[in-house]
C-alpha cells in the first residue's frame, strides 16, 4: 500500500509565502513523476509543477516565477515552495505521484489526501 502524506498547507496574506511537503511511503520500487495538483472551489483540478525523476520541471503558467518544485529522492519526497501568493492561489493543493511498486509493474497514480491553501486579501 502506498501512502502520500501532505504538509504545509494553511492560511498567508497575499504576497506571503508558504512550504508543501508531501512524502511516500509503503510499497515502491521507484517514483517517476511527482507533482502537485490544485483545486479550486467550482473548478477542474489542474496542474500546479511536476518534478521527473531527472529533475525536469514543468509549471503552470501561472505561478512560474513564484513557484518552486524539488525532490529529495533519498526521502520519497517532494516539496513545493509557493511565493508572493495571490488570492487566486487558494485552493487543495493535491500531491501526485507515478510510481512501480514493484520491478517490472506499470505505472500507477497516486494522489494525496490534500491540504488546503488560503491566501487573504
Known amino acids: 500500500q502506498v501512502q502520500l502524506v501532505e504538509s504545509g498547507g494553511g492560511l498567508v496574506q497575499a504576497g506571503g509565502s508558504l512550504r508543501l511537503s508531501c512524502a511516500a511511503s509503503?510499497?515502491?520500487?521507484?517514483?517517476?513523476?511527482m507533482g502537485w495538483y490544485r483545486q479550486a472551489p467550482g473548478k477542474q483540478r489542474e496542474l500546479v509543477t511536476i518534478i521527473t525523476s531527472g529533475g525536469t520541471t514543468n509549471y503552470a503558467d501561472s505561478v512560474k516565477g513564484r513557484c518552486t518544485i524539488h525532490r529529495d529522492n533519498a526521502k520519497k519526497t517532494v516539496y513545493l515552495q509557493m511565493n508572493s501568493l495571490k488570492p487566486e492561489d487558494a485552493a487543495v493543493y493535491y500531491c501526485?505521484?507515478?510510481?512501480?511498486?514493484?520491478?517490472?509493474?506499470?505505472?500507477?497514480?497516486?494522489w494525496g489526501q490534500g491540504t488546503q491553501v488560503t491566501v487573504s486579501s
Open positions: 501526485n505521484a507515478v510510481l512501480q511498486d514493484y520491478r517490472g509493474s506499470p505505472d500507477y497514480n497516486y
Open positions: 509503503g510499497s515502491i520500487f521507484s517514483i517517476n513523476a
